[in-house]
């Protein structure tokens, strides 16, 4: 029952620091997605991708970058980390059928903090 | 994707019903109407869908207005664990984009 998993939980980096945030799921969905969450505020898309291989730009993609070698993996990097991108990150991942946009399931976040 | 309105917060006594509301008066004819919330500072949890029609599943139910520019969730026991940020978010083949949504605080 695994669905998404994040890894890792928490994370201290300092400021230059690169770090790759993973995220796996074990439900063959096509669909990925990275989000951020800045205090008190809601989800913003960084990138996404529609399937192994394929890779887009969200609101906020500047500073990070993905890949989709795999369907079940989504890796988020982080090459020079900055402050402004202390957050919680989620990834989450959906199918999609033909008639209607399935419903995206999140892992439970990484936590990261850039000092 | 239409943008969607919604109180920024409410109270709920607990076992009553929570009917939440949310504005999309924009909406497509295509768009579904979805509604995830967030507990805490957990990852968003899928709640239900519709596009028309009412739908219930076992933690919801979505009432949907005939003219679609608006919608309610309703939790119909509310408990303390239902105490989260609700997002109603309209969507067709687009990644969720997340406002500040509803917040809900039942109360003892």
């Known amino acids: 029952n695994a669905g998404v998993t994040q890894t890792p939980k928490f994370r201290i980096l300092k400021i230059g620091q690169s770090m790759t945030l993973q995220c796996a799921q074990d439900?063959?969905?096509?669909?990925m997605y990275w989000y951020r969450q800045d205090p008190g505020m809601g989800l913003k898309l960084i990138y996404y991708s529609v399937g192994a291989g394929i890779t887009d730009k969200g609101e906020v993609p500047n500073g990070y970058n993905v890949s989709r070698s795999t369907t079940e993996d989504f890796p988020l990097r982080l090459e020079l980390a900055a402050p402004s991108q202390t957050s919680v990150y989620f990834c989450?991942?959906?199918?999609?059928?033909?008639?209607?946009?399935?419903?995206?399931?999140f892992g439970d976040g990484t936590r990261l903090s850039i000092l | 994707d239409a943008k969607t309105t919604q109180p920024p917060s409410m109270d709920c006594a607990e076992g009553r019903a929570a009917n939440l509301p949310c504005n999309h008066s924009t909406i497509s004819g295509n768009e579904y109407v979805y509604w995830y919330r967030q507990i805490h500072s957990q990852g968003p949890q899928y709640i239900i869908h519709g596009l028309k029609n009412n739908e219930t599943n076992e933690m919801a139910s979505l009432i949907i207005t005939e003219d679609r520019k608006s919608s309610t969730l309703i939790l119909p026991h509310a408990t303390l664990r239902d105490t989260a940020v609700y997002y109603c978010?309209?969507?067709?083949?687009?990644?969720?984009?997340f406002g500040k949504g509803t917040r809900l605080s039942v109360i003892a």
């Open positions: 978010i309209v969507r067709l083949n687009t990644p969720l984009v």
């Open positions: 439900m063959n969905h096509n669909y």
């Open positions: 989450a991942s959906s199918s999609s059928t033909g008639r209607s946009n399935q419903p995206q399931h």
